[in-house]
């Protein structure tokens, strides 16, 4: 009873015959604050689960699968939990209760619903708190049952309230009759726009991403704190996806994203971006480090090192998707290209370091090279 009574984090994997366990073991918990469930057979211990809910005074995290409880609504007497992860459980039916109150939730984390379900969940919640939301392994849908979606999402709580949004779906569920027509434009997140104060978004959608530098401009002035964007396939898709992002506009964020520190694009790189006078001042950003490009091609690995080490010069580190993807000749030269680019970026790191050091030791800076330009 006192190690009970101590106990502030549970996880549990109740199998049929634990309905007395729980019944009688929740009345010692009074201080539990973590709590997870998994089981197999939710009929036989419904009762007993909710029973055991009621005692959870103080909880602030509970993982349960959705078939823990025969109704979702029943977690909603917790009135202290601040993060809440259910996972779908496809052998039982999914329920849901109108007017589910959420005084204190501010972390909601799904796993394997629909866009629908999860839609349909959101309208009969009262969530005056959430911020973030993690959407995991969500099956395909068309765009605009995804943007019906997100239009329920901005209306749900004030959209400056928003911190994060991750979305993964699963990559395995694209039908076979999926065409280009199908992939995500700006229009389709369009809502998502409105959370001037999101600092997180990962949203990887199996339909890919139809984007372009003026999506992009848009995207950047829209989400001004944030600091980490992902807008790609999901990593197990496997496939390309057509881009027409060139690296050229990804200046956008050195623009307006201030804060931003990872990026996750398809890019086209057959463009080649632009040469920088050493005469004009350049918009620049150096909390960025890191680049998902996906399968992205790349036709000029010099140009583009270059630039970007200009923007973005904190610059390390670019990952491709291609070790995963079966490309042929012209695509294993983008992969290489993008690992030239790297190796640049570290190389032109590594040069502003010595150059900083050398102006503490003595005094000035190294004397100016002519590389030639203007």
Known sequence: MFLAAS?????????GDSSLFLST????????????IFTTDCASISTAFNSFLSHLTRIK????????CRSFGNLSTLTTLQT???????????ELRDQMQFPSLVDLELHFFSFKTIGRMLNSMSTPQLNSIDLDSVSYSKAHVIRAFFDRLQKRVPVNQWHAITIDTDAETVPIDFTPDDTITLHTFQPLLSFANLAHANIQLNAGFQLSDECVARIAEAWPLIETLRLTLPYEAKRAVASSITIAGLQAFARHCPLLQSLGLTLDGTIQPP???STVAVAHQELLRFIDVGVS????????????????PSLSKIETYWESYNYIQDEFDSATAWNTVQSHLRLG???RTRERNWGRLHGSSLPPIDDGSD
């Open 7 to 15: 106990l502030e984090s549970l996880q549990l994997f109740a199998r």
């Open 25 to 36: 073991f929740g009345a010692q918990c009074a201080n539990l604050t973590e709590f997870s």
């Open 61 to 68: 995290s509970i993982d349960v699968d959705a078939t823990s």
């Open 84 to 94: 809440l992860i259910v996972r779908k459980n496809s052998r039982n039916k999914f």
């Open 275 to 277: 040469k920088f006078k």
């Open 297 to 312: 091609i790349l036709s000029s690995p010099e140009d583009a090192a270059e630039f970007l080490s200009t923007v973005f």
């Open 349 to 351: 790191i590594k040069v």
